[in-house]
């Protein structure tokens, strides 16, 4: 099992360090993956908040889709993982069920 862990914009595995251009919010491993959820801070736009990375590898392989929104600034805020999916919440409270494998959007669920 791999050493994972983070310190503000910096994701650790196994003594590797990838750097992030913000604050890390949190971190889940999935599989052969660890699903990053990066801080946006007030006043900037950034709906593609979310990053994979390979543990094996040690490198970011995708970075989540760009979702059609009801606001300009909606970020990401969570997630967890189904068994072949994942499944990310925004601001605007919408649910998109994601692909592990490239970070594309599946469907969007909208719970409000």
Request: proline letters at 3%; charged letters at 25%.
């Amino acid at each position: 099992m791999a050493d994972i862990y983070y310190i503000n914009n910096q994701l650790f595995i196994d003594g590797e360090t990838i750097d992030f251009s913000h604050i890390i919010k949190s971190i889940k491993s999935y599989e052969e993956l660890v699903l990053v959820l990066i801080t946006v801070p007030k006043g900037e736009i950034n709906n593609r908040n979310v990053y994979a990375v390979n543990i094996k590898n040690k490198a970011i392989i995708w970075r989540i889709q760009e979702p059609d929104l009801i606001y300009d600034d909606s970020p990401y805020i969570n997630f967890d993982d189904l068994s072949d999916s994942i499944l990310v919440g925004n601001w605007n409270g919408i649910f998109y069920e994601i692909s592990k494998y490239d970070g594309s959007i599946i469907r969007g669920i909208q719970t409000r």
